[in-house]
């Protein structure tokens, strides 16, 4: 059966919940960042890392959460197969991946982000950080206005956004207070029994 590499907290809880809810055989195996365990399947050291069958391995979340939805054209999760619908679903992973994914990277790592590594200018960082992922914030309840999806329905997009969102509650001044529409996004998805069940996996030790 495939297996998930994942590591708690990140955005492989993405394609953690659409496995969840495909609902085919899978298995998913608890990483740490740079485990040989994990530098075995990819050399980069990173999650996800999703295994086939056969060997073969596929890394990056968008690309996973794209190839799971085709695979399983059954669970009806690519958000529509029209060319309008295809390019919204590259849009919006793009956006994720290039713009509210990246916003946080100073906030967690802000070591990479200045050679003056005093306290003052690491918290300068961070906070560059949380105000750009504040941006994107914005940018998607402002989409989310009227919506209940991202996409016209439930789709993988959804589950890609939800680590993101789940940092951003924990992580951005007033959580998600500004943001309504990304907060009912929040709520919806945390309370599917899929998600549920791999947000309690995730957190057992």
Not at 30 to 37: A, C, F, I, K, L
Request: charge should be neutral.
């Amino acid at each position: 059966m495939p297996v998930l590499y994942y590591a708690v907290g990140a955005c492989s809880l993405a394609p953690h919940i659409v496995l969840e809810w495909i609902g085919a055989p899978y298995k998913a195996v608890r990483v740490n960042y740079g485990s040989p365990e994990l530098l075995a399947v990819n050399p980069a050291g990173a999650v996800p890392t999703l295994r086939e069958e056969d060997g073969w391995l596929l890394t990056q979340a968008g690309a996973i959460l794209d190839y799971l939805a085709h695979k399983h054209p059954e669970a009806d999760l690519t958000g529509g197969e029209s060319l309008r619908e295809r390019a919204e679903a590259h849009r919006w992973s793009a956006f994720l991946t290039s713009d509210m994914h990246a916003a946080f990277w100073p906030v967690f790592m802000p070591d990479r982000y200045t050679t003056d590594q005093s306290p003052e200018a690491r918290a300068a960082v961070v906070a560059a950080g949380k105000a750009l992922a504040a941006k994107q914030f914005a940018t998607l309840d402002r989409h989310l206005e009227g919506r209940d999806w991202i996409l016209s329905r439930r789709s993988v997009i959804d589950a890609y956004a939800f680590p993101m969102i789940r940092w951003g509650a924990k992580l951005l001044e007033g959580g998600l207070g500004s943001y309504p529409n990304v907060a009912r996004l929040h709520d919806r998805l945390a309370a599917d029994p899929a998600v549920q069940r791999v947000l309690a996996r995730e957190s057992a030790r």
